[in-house]
C-alpha cells in the first residue's frame, strides 16, 4: 500500500555499467569503454521504478540522478521514458576516479542543489564493483536514516513500514521521511528499456547536466579520493570443457576419476592452522587495529579478528574488537581491547521482537533488537571512538550490517573504504593493501588508502584461518554508549539460513530451476553422502524454493568451492559468473546443446536423479564424505 497524504518530491540515483560480457581490460589495466555496452545498473532499474511509483501515488515529482561521462545520460534517457520527470546528469572531467567517497560528495552536492526530496531511492549495490557503500555514504552526508536492501514496503503519510532482505537475515522496521532506501532485487519489476532508438527521442530539455563547478570548490574525482586503484589483474579462468561418453557407468567412472587426478574428492587439509599471533607488550594500550564485530557472526569475527593480529604485530599495536553484545571472550582470537557497543536510547531489558508489521509469516531464530543500537547509531560511536584512538585500520564483515556501519564510519571520517575484499597485507609505513575482487570476479585490483584511518569490508570465508591462542591475555574490557540518534526503528530481525556455510563450502551443489523440488528430498540423500552445500539460482529462490541466501550470481554471491557440481540449470551467465573461481566443475543436464558445457570441466548429459544415483556413491567410495 502507497498512500501519502502529500505530494512527494523523490530523488533515484542510478548508475550506468558496462555489459560483463563485453568487459575487456586496456594496456593500462583500466576498463576499455570505448565499443562496450552500457546500460543501467540492474539493482538502479528498481529504484527507478518503485521511486516513480512512489511519486505518482501522491501526484509528486521523480527526478534521476546520474554521475558519469557523456554516455551515462543513456541513464536518464531511459528513466524518463519509463515516466520519471526530469534527469540530472552530473557529467564533468573532473569528476574522472571518483571512488565511493567521491562518488557519494557529489551525489549528496546535487540533490542538496535541487532538493529538498522527501524519499532517495538508489539500488542496493552495482553489480559491477559490489560495494554497496554509496547508499549509506550518501544517507551519513544528508544526515538522513537509511533503510537497506527493501524488499516490501508500504507507506501511510509519512511513515513507511518496511521488509528489509540483508544476506540470510530479514529485518522488519519502520521509518519516517525523509529516508534513503536501496532497493532489493525482487521489490518490484524494474524499469527495462533497453532500446537506444527510443531513448534518442527523449526531449533532451528534460535532463540538465552539471559540471563540477556549479556543485561547489571541491575537490572532486580523484583528488577527492581517499582511495586509489594499483595493479589490476583479469582473472582467466580456463575450463576443461570435457563431455562424458559411453553407458551412464562409463561417464560416471570416467567423471570420478577425473576427479581423483584433480584431487577434489579428498580435502587436502594441510597443516593444522597456525595459533593467532601474540600480543605485543602493551597491545592494548596502542590500537593499530580495530574489527566491528556484528551479532552472531562468530566465526567470521574470529576471522577478521586473526587477521587483524597479524597487521597489528606489523603495525606494532594492538586489536581492539568493538560491537554489540560482545559476551564471549575474544582475547584468544586476537583481540586486545573488547569494547561493547550499548544503546542509551532503548533500555537493555527492553524486549520489541515480539512486534510484528502484520506482513509476510515470521521465520523461526528471531532475536531480541532491544539492547542492540542500530547500524547508524553503531557507526557513530565507533567514528567518535576512533577520531579519539586513530587506528591505522578498521575492519568490517562484508555484510548488510558491516557495509552499512563501515560506510558510515567512512562517511563521517573522510577514511577510505575498500569493499569486499578478499585479500589484506601491510605495506610498509602503516599502510595496509586490500586486494578486491570486481565484475563478478573477472578482475581482482589492488586497493591503497591515503587517509589517515583506512578501512576494508571483507568477504567472509577467504581470509586465512588461525587457531585461538591461549597464551594470549584476556582482552581489556571497556564500553561505548550509542548516541541513540537513528530514527530507524526496528521491530523485528530473524534469519532463515545461515550464510556463512555457503561462504565456507568445500563442495556446492548448484539447484536451477529444473530439478522439481519434489525431488529435494532425494538431493538432500546425495547432499548428506557426500558432505555438500547447496546454493540455487535465481530463479529458484524467485520461486521461493530456496532461501534467497542460497542464490550464486551477479546478483548473489560469489563462492569458490573446491568442487561445484550443477544440477537443472542450463548454465546462464548471469549464475555460473558466481561460480568462476571454483576449482573443478561438473556440469549435468539432459540438453546436449545447453550453454552450460562452455564453463564445465566434466560435463554428463543425463537426468540429475539418476546420474546421481550412479556418481554419488562412487565419489564416496573414492574418499568423499
Not at 558496462?18 to 575487456?24: H, L, N, Y
Not at 545520460?73 to 567521491?102: K, M, Q
Not at 580523484?222 to 586503484?229: F, H, N
Not at 599502510?431 to 578482475?443: C, H
Request: glycine share 10%; aromatic share 4%.
Amino acid at each position: 500500500m502507497i498512500a501519502p497524504d502529500r505530494p512527494l518530491r523523490v530523488a533515484v540515483l542510478a548508475k550506468q555499467i558496462p555489459v560483463f560480457e563485453d568487459m575487456v581490460l586496456g594496456p593500462d589495466g583500466r576498463m576499455v569503454r570505448d565499443g562496450i555496452d552500457l546500460h543501467m545498473n540492474d539493482y538502479c532499474r528498481r529504484a527507478v521504478a518503485k521511486g516513480t511509483e512512489m511519486a505518482r501515488a501522491g501526484g509528486g515529482e521523480v527526478i534521476v540522478f546520474t554521475l558519469g561521462p557523456p554516455s551515462a545520460e543513456n541513464v536518464c534517457r531511459e528513466a524518463i521514458l519509463y515516466g520519471v520527470d526530469g534527469g540530472v546528469h552530473i557529467c564533468d572531467p573532473a569528476f574522472a576516479g571518483s571512488d565511493t567517497w567521491a562518488t557519494a560528495k557529489a551525489l549528496v552536492a546535487a540533490l542538496e542543489r535541487f532538493g529538498p526530496f522527501d524519499l532517495v531511492m538508489v539500488g542496493r549495490n552495482s553489480v559491477d564493483a559490489d560495494t554497496g557503500q554509496v547508499p549509506p555514504q550518501v544517507a551519513e552526508l544528508l544526515g538522513l536514516p537509511l533503510a537497506a536492501g527493501v524488499r516490501y514496503l508500504s507507506l501511510r503519510g509519512d511513515r513507511l513500514e518496511l521488509r528489509l532482505e540483508h544476506d540470510d537475515e530479514w529485518v522488519d522496521c519502520a521509518v519516517e521521511l525523509p529516508a534513503v532506501l536501496s532497493c532489493a532485487e525482487r521489490l518490484c519489476d524494474p524499469c527495462k528499456i533497453k532500446d537506444p532508438v527510443a531513448w534518442s527521442t527523449v526531449d533532451g530539455s528534460a535532463i540538465q547536466t552539471v559540471s563540477a563547478v556549479e556543485l561547489g570548490p571541491g575537490p572532486w574525482g580523484q583528488a577527492a579520493s581517499p582511495t586509489s586503484v594499483g595493479p589490476v589483474r583479469m582473472i582467466d579462468v580456463e575450463r576443461g570443457r570435457r563431455m562424458m561418453t559411453g553407458t551412464l557407468v562409463e561417464q560416471v567412472d570416467a567423471a570420478v576419476a577425473a576427479m581423483v587426478e584433480r584431487g577434489v574428492l579428498t580435502a587436502d587439509r594441510g597443516p593444522d592452522p597456525d595459533p593467532v599471533p601474540t600480543s605485543l607488550p602493551a597491545a592494548s594500550d596502542t590500537i593499530a587495529v580495530a574489527v566491528l564485530v556484528e551479532p552472531e557472526r562468530g566465526h567470521l569475527t574470529r576471522e577478521l579478528l586473526g587477521a587483524a593480529a597479524r597487521l597489528a604485530k606489523e603495525f606494532g599495536g594492538g586489536v581492539a574488537a568493538l560491537g554489540t553484545g560482545l559476551s564471549e571472550e575474544l582475547g584468544p582470537w586476537g583481540a586486545d581491547q573488547q569494547i561493547h557497543i550499548s544503546s542509551r536510547s532503548v533500555p537493555a531489558q527492553e524486549d520489541t521482537a515480539a512486534r510484528s508489521t502484520g506482513s509476510a509469516a515470521l521465520i523461526p531464530r528471531s532475536r531480541a533488537v532491544g539492547d542492540d543500537p542500530v547500524e547508524e547509531d553503531v557507526a557513530a560511536a565507533v567514528s567518535a571512538w576512533a577520531v579519539d584512538t586513530q587506528p591505522q585500520v578498521v575492519l568490517a564483515p562484508g555484510t548488510a550490517w558491516g557495509r552499512e556501519v563501515a560506510s558510515r564510519i567512512a562517511a563521517a571520517l573522510g577514511a577510505g573504504l575498500t569493499g569486499d575484499a578478499v585479500g589484506l597485507r601491510a605495506a610498509g609505513d602503516g599502510r595496509m593493501i586490500a586486494s578486491k575482487p570486481a565484475f563478478g570476479g573477472w578482475l581482482v585490483a589492488e586497493i591503497g588508502c591515503s587517509s589517515p584511518i583506512q578501512m576494508a569490508t571483507v568477504r567472509p570465508g577467504v581470509l586465512p584461518r588461525y587457531q585461538s591462542n591461549p597464551h594470549r591475555p584476556p582482552a581489556r574490557r571497556a564500553s561505548l554508549v550509542s548516541p541513540g540518534r537513528s530514527r530507524l526503528e526496528i521491530i523485528r530481525r530473524y534469519r532463515d539460513d545461515d550464510s556463512d556455510e555457503l561462504a565456507n563450502a568445500s563442495v556446492v551443489i548448484g539447484v536451477g530451476q529444473g530439478v522439481d523440488p519434489a525431488g529435494y528430498p532425494e538431493l538432500e540423500k546425495h547432499r548428506a553422502a557426500i558432505g555438500a552445500t547447496l546454493c540455487a539460482t535465481r530463479k529458484v529462490t524467485d520461486y521461493g524454493w530456496m532461501p534467497r541466501a542460497r542464490q550464486v550470481g551477479i546478483t548473489g554471491h560469489s563462492i569458490s568451492p573446491r568442487l561445484y557440481i550443477a544440477i537443472g540449470t542450463s548454465g546462464k551467465f548471469n549464475h555460473t559468473v558466481g561460480v568462476r573461481n571454483a576449482g573443478m566443475v561438473v556440469g549435468i543436464n539432459p540438453d546436449p546443446d545447453a550453454p552450460l558445457w562452455d564453463v564445465v570441466d566434466i560435463g554428463i548429459v543425463g537426468d540429475w536423479a539418476e546420474v546421481f544415483d550412479a556418481l554419488i556413491p562412487r565419489m564416496v567410495e573414492a574418499g568423499l564424505g
